[in-house]
């Protein structure tokens, strides 16, 4: 039995009798076809029981190599390990970028990807609309390619894969000219405001982030403007932000999304020009990210629903003010793959990290679904959550094709977990 193997947060210790750390990918074909029942470790950033195992678990820690760009293609190949911030600073320096990075850097790519892990932006997809191919090993051993140019419905089906598909050791991103960002806060944005000229807010830069504590005064606390500049030097770049935006104000000194956090840790902000990659994220790698000590969840609802979901969380304030360190808007444009909660349709993200307590958490989340649950909203696969499997599978118009898809790379559930099992295959 493991011992004191943890999660990031340090929330969830992992039930797997045996770790593997493989360096290669005919290690992993040996680990898979040796054992009975097998998951797969990222960086461990999953707040729940995604990624656990009773038996066996692979660790992907040491398969973080980038291992190339293709120029004419406009792609980049990557062992499944590689957390975003190597991997970022390695395409940055070769004059290419992704097109959105999440809250933290730290995080593996093969992690994100599977669990539909997003940033923000109207425009921009969640990080798994990226992949452009993957490699995996199967249940037998087997190594399986999938594209998106030659395998369509497989390939959308396994893109956002829940670790159910096999260990993927390899994935092929799209990538694109490298650019230059700046980064503007504003503080106290009324909710009121947000109400009337949501789009305009939200479509205010390439990636914009809204926080708020939902209070008795109805406002967002900071709103995160991330804007695409052509070069540090040109002309958007050098202009200054606006002094007003929606009755929200201008921040003239940096700001952290929790209140008494270290603004150390987070990524430049004051209009100050720079690499995508050190705007993109709210945190820099080199830091914690967040607070450290945390719990976390997230629903993703529908964009036409957003408004009625904010009014509705906003009623539970009484109930989360004890809870809740901060919470996040963002947006997240749709997509087409099977098991991403943007599936052909646009949504909006609230997220709230929690203080870490929780039992007290675990009693609050059922109120906050069901207070959530007439907008069809979805949660975030790797954080947590209490909505009953049987409220949760509906909401996935491709899950029974995506079962088919697990059964038929996994016929004999190697890759199976409680977590999977309840979610996706019981029918009571």
Not at 6 to 18: D, E, F, L, Q
Request: proline fraction near 6%; aromatic fraction near 8%.
């Amino acid at each position: 039995m493991l011992h004191n193997e943890t999660n990031w947060a340090g929330n969830y210790t992992y039930s797997a009798a045996r770790l593997h750390r493989p360096e290669t990918v005919e290690a992993v074909q040996e680990i898979v076809t040796r054992c009975r029942k097998v998951r797969v470790l990222g960086t461990r950033h999953s707040f729940n029981g995604i990624a656990d195992c009773p038996e066996d678990m692979v660790s992907l820690e040491r398969l973080d190599r980038v291992l190339g760009i293709d120029a004419e293609r406009r792609t980049v190949t990557v062992e499944a390990g590689v957390r975003y911030g190597h991997l970022c600073r390695h395409l940055d320096r070769a004059g290419y970028a992704l097109h959105n990075l999440a809250s933290l850097p730290h995080i593996s790519v093969a992690g994100a990807c599977a669990t539909a892990t997003h940033g923000s932006g109207d425009r921009n997809g969640n990080l798994a609309t990226a992949v452009a191919g993957l490699e995996f090993v199967t249940a037998d051993g087997a190594v399986v390619t999938l594209s998106r140019d030659e395998n369509g419905d497989t390939f959308r089906g396994a893109v956002v894969g829940l670790g159910g598909l096999g260990v993927v050791t390899k994935l092929t991103l799209d990538i694109e000219p490298a650019f230059a960002m700046r980064q503007v806060v504003y503080d106290d944005l009324p909710l009121a405001r947000l109400e009337a000229h949501f789009d305009a807010v939200t479509s205010g830069a390439y990636s914009v982030s809204l926080f708020t504590h939902w209070r008795d005064d109805a406002r967002f606390s900071q709103v995160w403007r991330k804007e695409r500049v052509a070069a540090a030097g040109d002309a958007g770049a050098s202009s200054a932000p606006e002094t007003e935006w929606f009755g929200a104000t201008l921040a003239t000194d940096r700001r952290h999304p929790i209140t008494g956090m270290p603004v150390e840790n987070c990524t430049e902000q004051l209009g100050i020009p720079g690499p995508w990659q050190e705007r993109l994220p709210h945190f820099r790698m080199e830091f914690t990210p967040s607070s450290g000590e945390e719990l976390q969840s997230e629903y993703l609802v529908p964009r036409p629903h957003a408004l009625a979901a904010f009014r509705a969380v906003h009623e539970l304030r009484e109930h989360l003010a004890p809870l809740l360190q901060v919470s996040e808007v963002r947006t997240v444009a749709a997509d087409d793959l099977w098991m991403s909660p943007c599936y052909r349709q646009p949504c909006v993200g609230l997220h709230f990290t929690w203080v870490k307590d929780w039992p007290a958490v675990r009693e609050l989340l059922p109120v906050l679904e069901e207070q959530l649950a007439p907008f069809d909203a979805r949660p975030h696969w790797g954080k947590l959550f209490t909505t009953p499997p049987a409220q949760l599978r509906p909401l996935y118009e491709k899950l029974p094709d995506f079962r088919d898809l697990l059964q038929s790379y996994d016929p004999h559930g190697k890759f199976r977990n409680a977590f999977l099992e309840t979610y996706l295959f019981e029918t009571h």
